[in-house]
């Protein structure tokens, strides 16, 4: 029986037993989408009522048995849909994602400005750092409208009269489809969306030579600014988490029915997170989903494409934005240079979610709001050189903000304490001491 | 000596001012609803100072800053924008329609709402977060109680109530029809947004039908418009947006629904009242 992977635009992803699902391990200095098991990523693009879509994925299953489900919202044909380059979208995240920049504390017998040290601010350094089948469907209700084949994919282009017909169309022809699905296919078909289903062609995918599946895209004009999620949260595995990553030109995109809400940004941690960026980010991600209930989207950068600072990547080229549906880009401009306004905002949202707490697809608007921002954590390293001086008061000065640091992470990761502080290389080999209690010497 | 507080307890302002403090305070310090403070100011301020040039210029007696600060509030809550001048051009907006826009000596339009959509439609740099409210069930039960312990200090409460009876019968109605969990109206329902709007904007008296019976049927209409703007249209925003569509029918439903005009500190025994009686003319707009 073949497996389904329905992709609702945003990549529904009913994963089964023997589904493999990527984990790359994580990058030093960068929070990629790989971080998180069974993460889609959806691009999209918007101007308008103009959208182009581009939905990756990390099947790393047996792709005879890969099968998506996409509910569009107006009738698509041929040159709608294209397959990207995987490549386009790990640059679109490397680009976006947040990041971890370390500097590193001056001679302190050069400079005495303790107050100084404890302020600065300044600029950061970067660290990365068929006939038969067609009877049949009509005899189900089921019109295949069309089939293509795009890439290494076979297109069937749906349309249906009843979500029952449909859903057992699909089960028919093989696949698997969680129960509770018609429902919500009813719900879609209701109004007006339709649906095509991506199935792998083994022959055009052995030609094409990649050894993973490219993501699809799809380009239609409609005035919904939306990402159906509900068929992605029917099967029983969870929550789920997706990146969308929103190429827009007025500014940035924020969700309409839930709450976008901006992740802890430009905060000090203790140097020892260098080495756990992608567990320090795990979790502080975990802890501020619950922090909000379970309800939020968050915001971890929104930023003109045209720059960066500092970069986790470069900014993505005319070219590879042409890839990825800007078509307010020019396609012709070689000589583009990145640094270039772009005239392009890009607002990467990152959602963990489930059928509980976001029983709606998620509505989006774009807004007039171009203030930059990602999402960036320091680290400071103290001077490790050799001092020529008495320098006491810089150890007193960098315990205190070693122990402050400690304290932050335990806010923001919801880690133990003692653990961090036992992992925090203090000053003069001693953390400072807890502080007495202002009574303790009161009658004394 | 019992003039202030007489005053506070009577007048359904006072209450509100308190209210809409409150959330703005919650929104800003629980919610970083990403208001900023200059910008708060600027609305509050040109508000304030437009309200005191137009009553100068109109000759009106007294200087009158309820009306102004709960304009100001509401905008502060719901516009967004990063340009400290579309602030203060909002509350300009909104000051200026009410003395501007006026049909049977009665202002059209909520000051807030006609300012609040006009800038979303002509500015890119004005919008509106409906979603920043977050949605817990506690936080809607807290608005709805707080919104209504100002209808009813202000009597007028047929409005907000005709109107989320028959948006919630509506959501409720499309659910069953399309076949949705009932957990996905319920989810449109518990926002702060709404509930801001329909108990802080929909709701205000001087925009509202003079007969109780008018402002059901006012209510009602401006919910099937919300709709027919989010699900049939695919816009945000509906319920703002309907408002501003369906405020030019007021004097329409006026003429056929006969009703007492509402009076600010009329909400009590004003006739008895003689200080705020001589208010009246300034505080009619």
């Known amino acids: 029986m073949k497996m389904l992977i329905a992709a609702s635009a945003a990549l529904l992803t009913f994963t089964f037993a023997g589904a493999v699902q990527a984990f790359c391990g994580f990058y030093v200095a960068r929070a990629d989408a790989d971080l998180f098991n069974e993460a889609s990523q959806v691009v999209l693009v918007r101007d308008g009522d103009r959208t182009v879509i581009t939905m990756a994925n990390d099947f790393e299953g047996d792709v005879e048995d890969f099968a998506m489900v996409i509910p569009v919202p107006t ?49 950061p350094f970067p660290l990365a750092v068929a006939e038969d089948a067609a009877a049949k469907a009509r005899s189900r209700g089921v019109t295949i409208e069309a089939s293509y084949a795009v890439g290494e994919y076979d297109i069937l282009i749906l349309s249906a009269e009843q979500s029952d017909g449909l859903v057992a169309w699909l089960r028919e022809n093989g696949y698997r489809i969680p129960d509770g699905a018609d429902k919500v296919v009813a719900s879609y078909l209701k109004r007006n969306m339709r649906f095509f289903v991506a199935k792998v062609n083994l022959e055009a995918q052995a030609k094409s030579g990649y050894s993973y599946l490219r993501p699809i895209q799809v380009a239609y004009e409609s005035k919904k600014f939306m990402l159906p999620i509900r068929l992605g949260t029917l099967n029983a595995k969870g929550q789920q988490e997706l990146y969308v990553y929103a190429l827009t030109r007025s500014g940035r995109v924020e969700t309409t029915n839930y709450r976008t809400v901006k992740l802890p940004s430009n ?178 | 000596m019992t003039g202030l507080p007489r005053r506070v307890s009577r007048d359904p302002r006072y209450y509100q001012i308190a209210i809409l403090s409150t959330l703005l305070c919650y929104g800003v310090a629980v919610l970083d609803f990403g208001v900023q403070w200059q910008h708060a100011a600027a609305i509050i301020g040109t508000a304030l100072g437009a309200q005191w040039l137009a009553g100068r210029t109109l000759g009106l007696a007294g200087f009158d800053p309820l009306s102004p600060l709960i304009s100001a509030l509401s905008l502060t809550l719901l516009l967004r924008t990063n340009s400290l001048s579309i602030a203060a051009l909002a509350a300009l907006l909104a000051i200026g ?44 039960f807290g608005f709805a109680c707080l919104g209504l312990a100002v209808l009813n200090r202000a009597r007028r409460a047929e409005t907000s109530l005709a109107f989320i009876m028959a948006f919630a019968l509506l959501l409720f109605s499309r659910a069953v029809w399309l076949g949705d969990p009932l957990s996905i109206p319920l989810h449109q329902l518990q926002n702060g947004a709404l509930l801001l709007f329909a108990f802080f904007m929909i709701s205000d008296p001087k925009t509202s039908p003079d007969a109780a019976s008018g402002r059901v049927l006012y209510g009602a209409l401006v919910a099937c418009v919300a709709c027919l703007i989010l699900f049939g249209l695919n816009q ?37 009242d003689s200080s705020a009686a001589k208010l009246k003319q300034g505080t009619s707009v």
């Open chain 2, 97 to 140: 329609s009410k003395f501007l826009l006026r049909v049977n000596g009665k202002h059209v339009f909520n000051p807030a709402n006609f300012a609040l959509v006009t800038l979303m439609f002509t500015s890119e740099q004005a919008w509106l977060s409906s979603g920043q409210w977050g949605n817990t069930a506690l936080l809607a």
């Open chain 1, 75 to 123: 009738f698509i044909e041929r040159g709608q849909i294209n397959v990207a380059e995987r490549s386009v979208i790990e640059h679109l995240d490397a680009y976006t994602a947040p990041r971890l920049v370390e500097y590193f504390d001056p001679d302190p017998c050069q400079r005495f400005d303790y107050d100084e040290l404890r302020r600065q601010n300044g600029p």
């Open chain 1, 267 to 444: 905060l000090d941690v203790p140097v020892f997170v260098k080495d756990e960026f992608g567990d320090f980010y795990r979790s502080m991600f975990e802890r501020q989903t619950a922090a909000n209930g379970n309800r939020a989207v968050f915001l971890e950068y929104a930023w003109d494409m045209a720059w960066c600072d500092p970069c986790a990547a470069d900014p993505l080229s005319a070219d590879e934005l042409r890839k990825l549906g800007v078509f307010w880009v020019g396609a012709d401009n070689r000589n583009v240079r990145p640094a270039q306004a772009q005239d392009v905002f890009v607002t990467r949202l990152h959602v963990r979610y489930d059928q509980r707490h976001f029983p709606e697809d998620l509505i989006f608007q774009e807004t007039g709001d171009r203030q930059n921002f990602q999402g960036r954590y320091v680290v400071r390293h103290p001077f490790a050189g050799k001092a020529s001086c008495d320098i006491g008061d810089y150890e007193q000065a960098l315990r205190e903000r070693q122990s402050r640091e400690a304290e932050q992470l335990a806010n923001l990761t919801g880690w133990a304490i003692d653990d961090i502080r036992a992992k925090i290389d203090f000053a003069g080999g001693e953390p400072p001491a807890a502080e007495e209690p202002w009574w303790k010497r009161l009658w004394n």
């Open chain 2, 236 to 272: 945000p925003h509906g319920p703002v947006i309907a408002l501003i569509l369906c405020a030019p029918l007021v004097p329409l439903i006026d003429r056929y629904a006969n009703g007492r005009r509402y009076v600010w500190r009329a909400a009590g025994s004003l006739s008895r």
